[in-house]
Nanobody, 125 residues
Framework: QVQLAESGGGLVHTGESLRLSCVLS??????IAWFRQAPGKEREFVAG????????FYADSVKGRFTISRDNTKNAVYLQMNSLKPEDTAVYCC????????????????????WGQGTQVTVSS
């Protein structure tokens, strides 16, 4: 089993920044990703990385503004969000998959086996 706990959400104004944290516990994982879901919309991929740090992935909508990183000593993954926009408003969840081979894309929520409860990010205009 893997447990994930997010924190760091809040209410900010357009152009401001937030850093989300996801602390993992339990067994080893293969990849970690951040997804978000806005009211009335489907959950969408935001950013991800392989646990060894070799690769990172970003949705086009956040490239250049968001940065995903990890701290293995703390078993944590972070999402630094800069230049926030109202359309970034959503519940942000981190997700993890088990270290196994799969052809499912890193961008697909079907890849991930474990999910956190989420943290609300609200960006006011």
């Amino acid at each position: 089993q893997v447990q994930l706990a997010e924190s760091g959400g809040g209410l900010v104004h357009t152009g401001e920044s937030l850093r989300l944290s996801c602390v993992l516990s339990g067994r080893s994982v293969g990849a970690i990703a951040w997804f978000r879901q806005a009211p009335g919309k489907e959950r969408e991929f935001v950013a991800g990385l392989t646990w060894n740090g070799a690769s990172t992935f970003y949705a086009d909508s956040v490239k250049g503004r968001f940065t995903i990183s990890r701290d293995n000593t703390k078993n944590a993954v972070y999402l630094q969000m800069n230049s926030l926009k109202p359309e970034d408003t959503a519940v942000y969840c981190c997700a993890a998959d088990l270290p196994r081979y799969t052809s499912i894309s890193y961008f697909s929520n079907q890849r991930y086996d474990y999910w956190g409860q989420g943290t609300q990010v609200t960006v006011s205009s």
